[in-house]
């Protein structure tokens, strides 16, 4: 059987045996270890471990205690190995937060504080993240987020296997935040149920990048190689709701004794064959599997381009119930308001309507019929008069002969639009994506496009700091000229935009701020934004501004433009 790390997998959870580099305990709700709770003898956490660890004094804190007057501890979720992890509230910003403290000579606490400052600096939203890593009074603790609203992969797992679509999700998004993690020379080595959460939303969160490793005192000698066997072990437990190993984990049981390592299509039915396959790419990191002679996945990277290969994964379609019979009214039967037996009308039983009054037909009603018929009688007859009158004055009236029409002549015909060239276009923004495709936005070929990087959770760039402007494209018409007409096409429907022109005198304006005239309002455009001005705009400059982004998958974000015509 293949060589498997055991710092990722932490089979010993659940188990006696512990593993080879470091003590593992059980997830928590802050991804520390519940091997000890709150409130039990600490000396029993410490005797598990041998090593100064086990000496170390976990910090005499209670609840009500603040951190740097500021983060107030509400509540203990673990005590173990030295230190204890807390749900505590941000009282300046009034946010719940979780922080891990331990003693300023714990062992471990000069690592901690390394990882959590290397891990606060990634600042990558698919990872929970570091808020402040402080050592004060003798105590070092980490402050990070904290999420009520997501929820563990382990309660996830609980109630059953992932859908396809969900497991492909998990897989993707968790690869690809490992893959950016580990360009910035950060691991996990710690990535279980525990230590994965997921947004009402569908987003998968990671909590403890570097820095539970770092609090368990876990390293390894190939850390790529062990955050990836990690997520494949995340994908089989998502497909099979078991643990790909023998020992019981996370609340999930393990495989069957003595059957080794099988594909996960071969545990439950229905799996599906692609990932059950991509699982097994990842967890056997020393040669092709026996389904299919793929290469193995070794590090986060390679998985995240074996799942992009993919045919990508559609959601369900969501049930459709259907609707009670149809049920004619008794309006629509013809039947409203008929009288049954017994005086009462169809309608639930209530008495039957009282007819309407006869006509008029008393002295004063006659005299008022006959005034009306006078009146109509009258206006009509004068209608009739002031036609005649007009007809009798449009016959009597001159030939215009040549004069007049010598006068139409001098009208100025009115002149169809001309489309103007585009000499140039730059992209607007401190700080560019795509700049040297942003002549691709006025080539006058539709199927290429300027197209923006793929942002995350926010539709307004991702909320990002150089973004506060949005994005877009500037065209230069090479010389000031009389806009009419402007005509845009989108790489994607959806985008907020609105396009403007900056003053006829303006030079190679570069920031939003130069663009002062308002060709649209701002407004969610579809595939395509078509403008026609009542009076021409003279300008040698148009912005086609982007200030939000449409949705490319949940909580992703990506737009473009693909031309931009412009006409005077």
Known sequence: MAERSTAAVDVADSGDEEPLTAEAGKATADGAGTEEKAGKDTEAAGTRETGAAADANPPELHSGHKLARRYRLEECVTRLDGFSSWRAVDEKLRRAVGVHVLPADHPRARPVLAAARSAAL????????VLDAVEENDLVYVVHEWLPDATELTAVLAAGPLEPHDAYQLVSQVSQAMAAAHREGLAHLRLNPGSVLRTESGQYRIRGLAVMAALRGISADHPQRTDTEAIGALLYAGLTQRWPYEKDAYGLSGLPKGVGLIAPDQVRAGVHRGLSELAMRALVNDGATASRQDQPCTTPEELAKAVSAMPRIRPPEPAFTPSAAYQRTTYQQGAYGQPLRGGTSRTSGAPAPVPPPPPLQSRTGKALKWAVSALLIAALGLGSWQLADTLLKDENKPDPGKSTSEKDDKKAPKVASKP????GA??????????????????????????????????????????????GIIVDLGSV????????????????????????????????????????????????LTTTL???????????????????????????????KVKG
């Open 122 to 129: 990634l600042g990558d939203p698919r990872f929970v993240q």
């Open 420 to 423: 103007i060239a585009i000499q």
């Open 426 to 471: 730059v992209e607007l923004g401190k700080d560019p994506m795509a700049p040297e495709k942003a002549q691709l936005a006025a080539d006058r070929d539709a199927s290429t496009a300027w197209v923006t990087k793929e942002f995350w959770n926010y539709p307004n760039f991702g909320n990002l700091a150089g973004y506060e402007d949005g994005s």
């Open 481 to 528: 000229k009389n806009v009419s007409h402007v005509d845009v096409d989108f790489y994607r429907p959806g985008q907020k935009v609105e396009i403007l022109a900056a003053e006829a005198s303006a030079s190679e304006p570069t920031t939003l701020d130069a663009f002062s005239r308002h060709i649209t309002a701002l407004k969610t455009a579809g595939g395509q």
């Open 534 to 564: 009542d009076k021409p705009v003279r300008t040698r400059y148009l912005l086609v501004h982007v200030t939000e982004l449409p949705t490319s998958t949940p909580d992703r974000y990506r737009g473009g433009i693909s031309e931009i």
